[in-house]
């Protein structure tokens, strides 16, 4: 399944919740729920969730291992087909999920060097 297909899908899957969306991000995407990040589609065409006591409750057969090189490990999500469950696993998540991080601009414009 391509990414913009597994996109729509996860989608669907989550659409009786409120506040699910996703942002497009070098060829995958980044889900949000209510405003914070719970996982995403990487390079390889999976759908990943971070880990936290609840995606591993959901997830316990899967192996952590990091979406791309550099990146913390996070836990493919076998039960897309599970509606229910998935949608589950992402309300219980969210309480485990750090806050999204504002940027604040202070309004002063940075010098060109050199």
Do not use: C, H, W
């Amino acid at each position: 399944m391509a990414n913009k297909q597994l996109a729509q899908y996860v989608m669907d899957q989550l659409s009786d919740l409120e506040s699910i969306r996703n942002i497009p991000m070098m060829g995958g995407y980044l889900f949000y729920y209510k405003e914070r990040i719970f996982g995403g589609i990487y390079g390889a065409g999976t759908f990943m969730v971070k880990i936290t006591e609840a995606s591993r409750r959901y997830l316990p057969d899967s192996i952590p291992q990091p979406p791309y090189e550099g990146a913390k490990d996070m836990l493919e999500v076998t039960i897309l087909e599970d509606r229910e469950a998935f949608q589950s696993m992402v309300v219980e998540m969210y309480d485990e999920l750090p806050e999204r991080k504002i940027r604040v601009s202070s309004g002063k414009k940075r010098k060109k060097r050199g």
